[in-house]
């Protein structure tokens, strides 16, 4: 397993501006999520999806934010205008998900850091 | 609905000292528990995990166990080193409520000096 990766790791974009990340989990993991983590706090959920469906999404996730993952494999989280309260890490994790096991690990990627000025 | 609350931060401890990092958590079904630990600039590694009552979780030296009846999940570890300094976080998922997401602990950084 190559792990979870994110792309870019870091990004500074001026207000306003649409950011786009890009996330690849370990292969053949049918769930993938997006959490958003800003300093001191944990991890909060944003969405999921299991292959391409995209199956639940937090009420954090404003209209300006989308996630896709077209092929069941990549995903991408795309920020639209954005805002200086965007400013967070964004995580990618994805898990394998079999029917009648419970509490499958999920494995993070290391991130990808927003700054908006 | 669910929750996790964990102990605030940061712990300071010396090296070699005992370690308890409270969990405690509110969940409507049956939840599995976890212990997260993120070392600077990167992402959450899974520490352990319990996934019924009575469970214990270990690894690395750290123990925890799951508590149905005071709805906890405690991290313990008996001697601390320094590059166990990082934070730490306490989740669950709890499939019976009809939701796959995890949800986190604002973390707890704990600190070891040599």
């Known amino acids: 397993d190559t792990g979870v990766s994110q792309d870019p790791r870091h990004k500074i974009t001026k207000r306003g501006q649409n950011v786009t990340f890009r996330c690849d989990p370990i292969s053949e993991h049918n769930r993938l999520y997006w959490y958003r983590q800003t300093l001191g706090q944990g991890p909060e959920f944003l969405t999921y999806f299991q292959n391409e469906a995209q199956l639940e999404k937090s009420r954090l996730l404003s209209d300006r934010f989308s996630a896709e993952r077209p092929k069941g494999s990549f995903s991408t989280l795309e920020i639209q205008r954005t805002e200086q309260g965007d400013s967070a890490m964004y995580l990618c994790?994805?898990?394998?998900?079999?029917?009648?096991?419970?509490?499958?690990?999920?494995?993070f990627g290391e991130g990808s850091w927003l700054t908006v000025v | 609905g669910n929750s996790v609350t964990q102990m605030e931060g940061p712990v300071t401890l010396s090296e070699e000292a005992f370690l308890t990092i409270n969990c405690t958590y509110t969940a409507t079904g049956y939840p599995s528990l976890f212990w997260y630990v993120q070392y600077p600039g990167e992402g959450l590694q899974l520490l352990l995990k319990?996934?019924?009552?009575?469970d214990k979780g270990s690894n690395k030296g750290f123990e925890a166990t799951y508590r149905k009846e005071t709805t906890s999940f405690h991290l313990e570890k008996g001697s601390v080193q320094v590059s166990d300094s990082a934070v730490y976080f306490c989740a669950l998922s709890d499939r019976t409520s009809g939701t796959y997401k995890y949800i986190f602990g604002t973390g707890t950084r704990l600190k070891v000096l040599a």
């Open positions: 319990a996934t019924k009552a009575d």
């Open positions: 994790a994805s898990s394998l998900a079999r029917q009648g096991i419970w509490g499958n690990t999920i494995y």
